[in-house]
């Protein structure tokens, strides 16, 4: 990942996608090595469930009440990874290799969201068919709720990783995710669970403003991408 | 330096606010349904509109601090912020007492616009332990310019995305659209969002005004090696 002299002796910036597949195989591996985040979201969503089943009393869920479930699940387990996010970053001096390296610093935000967007696909993959398999009467929602449960995680990822590199670099960092990434999320949770609830109700799926519903969480994922990607140099800089 | 025509601006506000004040109650018809309340209109719709253009306005100028590295303009954003959210707590409280009156309940879920403003509210109460969280100066303003920035544009989204889940339940029966309202009431609520818009700007001129001179006190303290009494707030940015 080190800058090439060429003849000249100028230094070549190394392109911002060979930088990108770097850093985010760098994550990936070192979440497989030490398995820091991913096992502790999926547990904690299962065990979630668990409390949500007592705490409302219900043995099968539809409709918004199974949207709410799913989603505030998804939401809490995802602060958890995000949490950890940039910790490896900064405890073993990450971020002054990223500012001493020649690349593109926007790219590191690129390869973290992507990083996370992954955490996230994995969660969902064990803890989506948990919550079937607990609460739902029928699976038929499930194939549509993929595109809404992509569409949420792109926007969670770029909000998440904003605020977890900001975070990091705080005194309160556990503290902080929580507190400003909840309020950020609420347009997306009201998105998301709006096209969710028709996608699990009682009957079989419905599709009530499911493409507006997308086009909103679109929406929101390309500003977030947008503002993460502008900003995301000032945070880089020391 | 900050100073400066304040005291014009100043006396502009208190008559633009007595103005619009005798016109709310000697000019503004009264409202054939809701009766006397109605007036509250005239104080929260305007205190709602200030403050939110002034969160946007904070976040106008963190672009400007992040542009031009010049720590002015993140105490001029860290000033709009707060005073918008002095101002969304007046909202929040007017709102409240209008909702108790016309509709007889201290909150209604219902109403987008009130669960829109709750959720931007709750966001730019994080900005203080957001910033208290940061410690190197330098670093607590760009951060805080990035918020200021995350969350300008959080702002509108905010409002298509709650207005959007509400009207599939619930239609907009308590519309505030201005296009309905007769020609005297639309004047009142033009001079009290004038008023409004100038008690805002001279609150944030008069804080900016007060930062610089405590911090001229401070240096002149700190150059004649006088002790500096209390550091002062740690989130507050200095203002040369």
């Not at chain 1, 996230?120 to 739902?136: N, W």
């Not at chain 1, 969670?156 to 990091?168: H, Y």
């Not at chain 1, 998105?191 to 799926?205: D, I, K, S």
């Not at chain 2, 298509?160 to 619930?170: D, G, K, N, T």
């Amino acid at each position: 990942m080190t800058g090439r002299a060429d003849t000249r002796g100028a230094v070549s910036v190394t392109p911002s996608r060979v930088a990108f597949a770097a850093i985010l195989a760098k994550d990936l591996r070192s979440e497989l090595r030490t398995l820091q985040s991913l096992p502790a979201m999926a547990l904690f969503a299962v065990t979630t469930f668990v409390v949500f089943r007592f705490g409302l009393d219900r043995t099968s869920l539809s409709g918004s009440l199974a949207s709410g479930v799913l989603w505030a699940t998804l939401l809490f387990a995802a602060v958890l990874g995000i949490n950890r996010l940039f910790v490896a970053e900064r405890e073993e001096g990450g971020f002054d290799a990223i500012r001493l390296a020649p690349i593109d610093r926007s790219v590191l935000f690129a390869a973290k969201a992507a990083a996370l967007l992954v955490y996230l696909l994995a969660l969902e993959a064990i803890a989506v068919p948990i919550f079937a398999l607990f609460f739902l009467d029928s699976a038929a929602g499930l194939g549509p709720l993929l595109a809404v449960l992509l569409l949420a995680d792109l926007g969670l990822a770029a909000t998440g990783t904003l605020i977890s590199s900001m975070a990091v670099n705080s005194r309160a960092r556990d503290l902080l995710v929580p507190l400003v990434l909840l309020p950020l999320v609420v347009p997306l949770m009201i998105a998301a669970t709006g096209a969710t609830e028709p996608l699990l109700a009682a009957g079989g799926p419905a599709y009530d403003r499911f493409g507006t519903w997308l086009a909103v969480l679109g929406l929101y994922d390309l500003i977030f991408g947008l503002v993460g990607y502008a900003v995301f140099d000032f945070l880089l800089e020391d | 330096m900050y100073g400066k025509g304040l005291r014009p601006l100043s006396i502009a506000t208190v008559a633009m606010l007595a103005l619009s004040l005798s016109l709310v109650f000697f000019y503004a018809p009264l409202d054939a349904d809701q009766g006397f309340i109605q007036k509250i209109f005239y104080l929260h719709v305007p205190l709602a509109i200030v403050a939110l253009v002034g969160f946007v306005v904070g976040g106008v100028f963190a672009i400007a601090h992040l542009r031009s590295g010049n720590r002015k303009w993140d105490a001029y954003s860290y000033v709009a912020i707060h005073m918008s959210v002095i101002f969304g707590v007046a909202v929040l409280i007017t709102g409240a007492i209008w909702a108790k009156a016309s509709w007889g309940h201290w909150w209604v879920w219902d109403e987008p616009t009130l669960v829109s403003f709750l959720i931007v509210f709750l966001m730019y109460a994080t900005y203080y332990p957001f910033r208290y969280a940061i410690e190197d100066p330098e670093r607590q303003a760009r951060y805080a310019s990035v918020f200021a920035i995350a969350a300008g544009a959080f702002v509108p989204l905010n409002f298509m995305a709650v207005r959007m889940a509400e009207s599939l339940v619930h239609p907009r029966t308590f519309a505030t659209a201005n296009g309905g309202l007769p020609a005297e009431m639309m004047l009142t609520f033009l001079c009290s969002l004038a008023a409004m818009a100038l008690l805002w700007t001279t609150l944030v001129k008069f804080e900016l005004t007060a930062k610089s001179a405590s911090g001229q006190v401070k240096r002149l303290r700190r150059a004649l090696d006088a002790p500096v009494p209390g550091s002062g707030s740690r989130i507050a940015p200095e203002v040369s």
